[in-house]
């Protein structure tokens, strides 16, 4: 039976997962490519067929060592033989709206606007590459985290700067496009009306977090920009930040450019407020005796607050909240925050419900329906991988 191989690479881990091409699609084997470039690199999968995940360490001290280590292994299981196409998630695709086949001419338009992206692009051609070094005849598909917002109304993709920067592209793209296509494929398998004609606002909340609003299946704005660093407050991200703040650091602590990028992308956010932690359980257990701990929740809660109220603005309105990533699916005091005192948008909260962290956590008779859901990024990339197979454009007998 072929099968899709679903990656999808960070910028310190690479998840995979195998799914046999059949209808509908299910996760066989899987597993993540942890701690790249740090000590204790491993690699854990998990095996329908056993009952506890395996883990070995990798010596891996760059992503490109990680990376064949993943194919030596990968190898060693005797799937290649069975595998159609590799999906690859792509954080910044521009202007490609739909899944397309990695070509030379693609893997060139990457080269050239990795610059966009420095801390995920490379990673991802990196990947690309080798795979297609080392095992030259595979087809290979980039699924763009970016082709979700491209429905977005032009004022929405204006950034106001002078119009010859927008003839370049620079302008609002998003990301976690993946993960909001399969949201809202969700949605609609489980019969949410507004998945399709309604008002919907998604909160990826993670060490990454955005959230996007959704009218009629459509995005129609979302909070990260050009960039993944903006919007709102992440595990080490600044999220919106007064530009002005970048000269004068310059001029005040002689911040060079490559400075402030490593500051507003991996000491800023949760962890440059906190000066603790980046992760929100270890901030939530301590803000009672921390006040650092205690002021990033506060923020990060806060900040959430007006992006889904300012999304409500947008959208006229609000039918559908959905919670989803790392925090959005596991930190039911976070949602709880988040939506304290939005009654006034229809949102409240049961609180039995969201303590069990339910399918539903809103009270029935309120006109906002509040979802907890799961995002699955690796089984949008291998549906997209599907979709691109029945068009034609692989042939399933190859």
């Known amino acids: 039976m ?20 059949e209808e509908p699609l299910k996760r066989g084997f899987y597993g ?29 001290a760059d992503h490109k060592s990680a990376v064949n280590s993943l194919i030596d292994w990968l190898e060693k299981q005797n799937i290649f033989a069975s595998i159609k196409a590799v999906g690859h998630r792509v954080v910044h695709g521009m202007k490609h709206t739909e899944p397309e086949m990695v070509t030379l001419e693609l893997l060139g338009e990457l080269h050239r606007i990795s610059p966009n992206d420095p801390d995920h692009l ?16 595979l087809s290979q598909v980039a699924c763009f985290d970016t082709a979700f917002h491209q429905t977005m109304p032009r004022v929405a993709k204006l950034l106001p700067l002078p119009r010859r920067f927008d003839a370049k592209g620079i302008q ?10 399969y949201l809202m494929e969700e949605l609609a398998r489980l019969g949410e009306p507004a998945a399709k004609k309604g008002r919907v606002i998604l909160a990826h909340l993670g060490n990454g977090a955005s959230l996007a609003a959704v009218r009629d299946g459509k995005s129609i704005d979302t909070s990260m920009g050009f960039t993944p660093t903006a919007g709102l407050v992440m595990s080490t991200r600044s999220g919106d930040l007064d530009p002005g703040l970048a000269p004068y650091l310059a001029r005040t602590e002689q911040m060079t450019t490559n400075q402030f990028y490593k500051m507003v992308n991996h000491e800023s956010g949760l962890l440059g407020i906190s000066e603790v932690s980046s992760d929100m359980r270890d901030l939530c257990a301590g803000e009672t005796t921390d006040v650092r701990a205690a ?15 300012s999304f409500a603005a947008a959208l006229g309105g609000l039918d559908t909240l959905v919670f989803t990533g790392g925090i959005g699916e596991n930190a039911p005091a976070i949602r709880a925050r988040i939506c304290e005192g939005m009654e006034f948008l229809g949102i409240e909260l049961n609180q039995s419900r969201n303590a069990e962290t339910a399918p539903v956590i809103s009270i029935q008779t309120h006109r906002v329906t509040v979802r907890v859901i799961h995002t699955d990024e ?15 454009a692989l042939d399933p007998k190859n």
């Open 2 to 21: 072929h099968s899709i191989l679903a990656i999808n690479g960070g910028s310190s881990s690479i998840k995979f997962a195998l799914y046999p091409v």
């Open 32 to 60: 993540k490519v942890d701690r790249i470039g740090l000590s204790g690199t491993s690699l854990t999968f998990s095996d329908p067929a056993k009952t506890q995940p395996e883990s070995f360490k990798l010596t891996a």
């Open 122 to 137: 490379p990673r991802e051609i990196e990947l690309i590459e080798t795979f297609r070094r080392r095992h030259p005849k």
């Open 172 to 181: 609002r793209y998003g990301f976690h496009g993946l993960s909001y296509a």
């Open 295 to 309: 002021e990033a929740v506060a923020l990060f809660c806060y900040q959430a607050k007006k992006w889904i109220g």
């Open 378 to 392: 690796e089984l949008m990339i291998a549906r997209s991988v599907c979709r691109l197979l029945g068009s034609g």
